[in-house]
């Protein structure tokens, strides 16, 4: 068994590729998702963004917008702090298991 | 000896600018009034640049020094890094410009040219750090064959350099004619004599120093700006919002989306152009091998999309202070137009918030914003020639740094020429189209061969060398053909291709292009390439084996 084999039949492994997988994809479909749902949105029903929030001017288009910038900050927010509590213990711990192999 | 050429030439440079802004004294009431503050910041900036290139050129010896400082960059750091890349003048300027013209538009901008983020954060920033050394062909390559993929990477690098270098270049010609009062030729010579000092000589580290100074100027100046426009209506967005649809020819209608997107295929067409296309920008992807490991490069992605996206939130509220400060005031307009055109509406905006101060404080912030750009793309063509490129086909793989740096040096200067004389060419272009042609070009070609190598296990060598051509050349053969460079360029009558934005259909090709010609490649080495793949996903995920940039 040479080592990428043994890396792999590590249980600290597949507990990595499992946290990865059930942070990265459920994210990147969050941003894509409502990101076309916007675009979607401006090509087909773009005067629904103009209808203004309440009693005032500033439209649902806007605060959309603004919306999502922030909304993309929070995304990476969420990763980071994931990726440093789940993803960093597990990769050290294979990693010093993989240099004991040596 | 390399020292003293630098310091020689930073002195000529020097001795230039200082000789060409005094006859600008002279003789420019013809052309725009010469605002003391610009000159004396933006000598400063120039300075200390170069100082700072003088300082670098002392560190960089390696390849690992001129490609990607050391390693040595912290996450913080490169975050601003990156952000000093990634906002341009033309998104300062130009987004602030469609904002204040046609108002939620702008917004459609901004937030295409962030939403790439997450996702490179999220598929991209780490595998990339783990896999690659220098450039995303070291990635793209890994295990599949050297030669052909490291062409065509960069191939497309180089393409999207080009491209984005030009749109730079001609942007700060202008600008600067209209700031300075300088011709434009000497304006784009100057800019680019200065771009290739730095990476010549100061290599990725004078190169992230020059980003950082520019990022810290450009957010200081935007906020300081922001704050002054929401300061004027009591820091209530509905104030401002309703004293510019007062004041705008289109009142209302401002607040939804306008003519910027006309038809369907065209928004989600540039939709994808700019997310993707984020993640495939050869100049950013660099800048992740400038840190030392995968948590160095997640840090980056979340302090550069930070940096970002407060950015293009003050931009467009710089857009809307525009409008309520410079519609109803007849001494930005000449003929009933803007002074300089719509992309100077933040400039102008700046006069009217803080005087002749902050006029030429946030002037030299947009020549030095312009400056760090071209600079970060510059260092990414010329690594692209000299580590993909030359080091591949020239010296065969066999490490000859010492040759490696000298190549790289010349194809700094090689492209500083080039660029400088497309700039110079282009000037009377509209060349708005080329930075959209760029981000579709990254989007078609650079993306899709690197996300799959890093993803999927069938990818093979044909595959990706096949279908990311077409990608490259859909892209391109598309915009030609269509409406900005058939009609608007060439002038012929109608387009062969009706949109504007090709990304949906060139994007699509280069996908199913890479997976056709891979599943139908039964070769030995598709045999061996898809075999190679577990030790590259390990490789990737937990970062062991890492190339360290630092050479030990």
Known sequence: MNHTEQIRQMPEYAELTRARKKIVWPLSVAVIVAYFALILIIAFWPASLGAPIGEGVTSVGIALGLGIIVYCMVITGIYVTYANRVIEPLTNAIRQKAGALK | ?????????????????????????????????????????????????????????????????????????????????????????????????????????????????????????????????????????????????????????????????????????????????????????????????????????????????????????????????????????????????????????????????????????????????????????????????????????????????????????????????????????????????LVGGTNMAAIHLSQALGGDLLLGFISAVAFATILAVVSGLTLAGSSAISHDLYATLVLKGKRDEKKEIRASRIATVCLGVIAVLLGIVFENQNVAFMVGLAFCVAASANFPILLLSMYWRKLTTRGAVIGGSIGLLTALVLVIIGPTVWVDAFHFEQAIFPYKYPAIFSISAAFIGIWLFSILDNSKTAKAEEAAFDAQFVRSQTGIGISEAAEH
């Open chain 2, 1 to 337: 000896m390399k020292l003293k050429t630098l310091t020689a030439l930073s002195f000529f440079t020097a001795a230039a600018l200082i000789g060409l802004s005094a006859t600008t004294f002279a003789d420019t009431a013809a052309k725009a009034p010469v605002n003391v503050t610009a000159i004396v910041m933006f000598l400063a900036f120039v300075c200390v640049t170069l100082g700072i290139t003088y300082w670098a050129a002392r560190r960089t010896k390696t390849t690992a020094d001129f490609y990607a400082a050391g390693g040595g960059i912290g996450g913080f750091q490169n975050g601003l890094a990156i952000a000093g890349d990634y906002m341009s003048a033309a998104s300062f300027l130009g987004i602030a410009g469609l904002v204040y013209m046609s108002g939620f538009d702008g917004l459609i901008y901004a937030i295409g040219f962030l939403v790439g983020w997450p996702i490179v954060l999220l598929l991209i920033a780490e595998p990339l750090r783990n896999l690659g050394k220098y450039t995303f062909a070291d990635v793209a390559s890994f295990r599949l064959q050297q030669k052909p993929i490291r062409i065509l990477a960069a191939s497309g690098s180089l393409v999207t350099v080009i491209f984005y270098l030009i749109a730079q270049l001609v942007g700060a010609g202008k600008l600067i004619e209209v700031l300075f009062g300088l011709s434009y030729e000497t304006a784009v010579i100057i800019v680019g004599v200065l771009m290739t000092l730095y990476v010549t000589f100061g290599g990725m580290l004078a190169t992230t120093w020059v980003q950082l100074i520019k990022a810290i100027l450009l957010l200081s100046g935007a906020s300081l700006m922001a704050v002054l426009v929401l300061a004027h209506f009591n820091f209530s967005f509905e104030n401002m919002f309703v004293a510019a649809t007062n004041v705008h020819a289109k009142g209302t209608a401002i607040m939804a989306p306008g003519t910027l997107v006309s038809d369907p295929i065209s928004a989600i067409s540039l939709g994808m152009a700019l997310m993707f296309g984020t993640a495939g920008l050869p100049h950013i992807l660099m800048r992740f091998f400038t840190v030392k490991d995968a948590v160095q490069a997640r840090r980056s992605v979340f302090y550069a999309t930070g940096f970002i996206g407060y950015f293009y939130i003050l931009t467009f509220i710089i857009g809307f202070g525009a409008i309520v400060m410079l519609l109803n005031n007849p001494q930005y307009f000449a003929d009933g137009k």
